[in-house]
């Protein structure tokens, strides 16, 4: 599972074995953990995170979107 960023104590990453589904990221901290679509920026499902830190995400997420997809393609070349 590659680790794309880590910030605000968030760890944003996704699974190697997601690359068939369209681009998102999994983001952990504290033992919660929810799955954001970068396309649309919205929630796939949410394990313990509150609003505020959704939000938090989202706005991290689209902050650095073109570095994830950018490590997802990296990483989608280098799997093939």
């Known amino acids: 599972m590659p680790t794309v960023f880590i910030q605000n104590g968030f ?8 690359l068939a589904e369209r681009m998102h990221v999994h983001v952990f901290k504290a033992g919660r953990e929810c799955k954001v679509w970068l396309d649309d920026l919205s929630v796939a499902f949410n394990r313990g ?14 902050e650095r979107r073109a570095e994830i997809v950018e490590r997802w393609l990296e990483h989608e070349r ?3």
Do not use: G, P
């Open 11 to 18: 760890r944003v990453s996704f699974y190697s074995y997601d």
């Open 78 to 80: 280098n799997a093939n």
């Open 49 to 62: 995170f509150k609003t505020h830190e959704i939000a938090e995400i989202r706005r991290m997420v689209a």
